[in-house]
């Protein structure tokens, strides 16, 4: 089957290689999906790079944890009933070698979700990772109707799933962003409102926007250590911050007693290992939204698998708005 790997990490350009592999067969409580799109996540590029000091954990990897295609075959234990099934796939390469980056991949059988006829292969594609880490951060600490969140990063992938999310919800969003057509993104996804973190005054705005005394319920941040300054200034009491990413070597100076007397929480969060409970639930309104075409789904670019390479690159410049796609079809 046609896939791409590496065997070493590195650069892109030097350590990832495409062309032929056998065909996985599907084992007990599995099934083989044909895949039609691969998304690229920033976790599939830093394992590859070895970002943080990541050891590679098989000889040859397949990358790629999301991807949507159709069931093929399955193995023991799985109604044949779903083989023709359109499916989005999560963690596929999860403690496994081989991922979405091929033609073919085997996942265990709840890993392949129904994929409604009203979204693409490249949508379903974009779930995985963004959509289940945004529906934990907005909804870990209970409802949020009539909430006011701040969603930091509202025009990237998980971010702007969690604008989505957050007004899914009934919440009030504001979302940060750095660029016009980033708070375009952001507005079409559903931020009541915008602020332009390089030219704006964030903590001023959120004043403006929900009043003094009134501030943020809720924050999802992409970058905890760089906005906790406006946490500490903007959050109200009993609210809370959900973080989902980070860099080595990263400290954070907490005013701990302060937010101890304000009952504020801080949630980390990593979609690997959350709660099966948690991943089951964010399938479950995944599932909902898209039956009722209530998510949008950012595709920054697409990318051929021969320039899986190039798709890498994209991904790891900071500069994609939205997600990295693979199309296999």
């Known amino acids: 089957m046609p896939a791409a790997w590496y065997d070493r990490q590195g650069e892109a350009s030097e350590v990832l290689q495409v062309g032929e592999l056998p065909l996985p067969e599907p084992g007990v409580g599995e099934v083989r999906v044909r895949i039609h799109a691969s998304g690229v996540n920033p976790s599939d590029t830093k394992s590859r790079a070895g970002w943080g000091g ?3 954990s098989f000889d040859l990897i397949i990358p790629h944890q999301d991807g949507a295609g159709v069931i093929e075959s399955v193995g023991a234990g799985v109604s044949p009933t779903r083989i023709g099934e359109r499916v989005w796939i999560y963690e596929a390469q999860l403690g496994r070698p081989f991922g979405t980056a091929a033609a073919y991949v085997v996942v265990p059988d709840r890993q392949a979700v129904h994929l409604p006829d009203n979204t693409s292969y490249a949508e379903g594609a974009c779930l995985g990772v963004p959509a289940m880490t945004a529906h934990r951060a907005v909804f870990a600490d209970g409802d949020v109707r009539d909430r006011i969140m701040l969603v930091t990063g509202g025009a990237g992938a998980v971010g702007n799933y969690a604008v989505q999310w957050a007004k899914w919800g009934g919440a009030k969003v504001i979302a940060t ?11 079409t996804a559903g931020a009541d409102y915008t602020i332009d973190y390089k030219r704006e005054d964030v903590v001023q705005r959120i004043r403006e926007i929900t009043g003094k005394e009134r501030g943020i319920d809720r924050v999802v941040d992409v970058n905890f250590a760089a906005n906790m300054a406006i946490s500490d200034a903007t959050l109200r009491t009993n ?14 100076s907490v005013p701990l007693l302060p ?3 304000r009952n504020i929480t801080i949630r980390t969060i990593l979609v690997y290992t959350m709660p099966q409970a948690a991943k089951a639930a964010a399938i479950r309104d995944i599932t909902t939204a898209l039956e009722t075409a209530a998510l949008r789904h950012n595709i920054a670019s697409t990318f051929s698998l021969e320039r899986v390479a190039a798709a890498h690159t994209a991904q790891d410049s900071g500069q994609a708005i939205g997600k990295i796609v693979i199309d296999i079809a």
């Open 54 to 56: 990541i050891v590679k």
């Open 259 to 261: 937010w101890m007397l």
């Open 177 to 187: 962003v750095s660029r016009p057509e980033q708070a375009e993104i952001a507005t």
């Open 239 to 252: 609210g809370g911050v959900a973080l989902y990413a980070g860099n080595p070597g990263d400290l954070l």
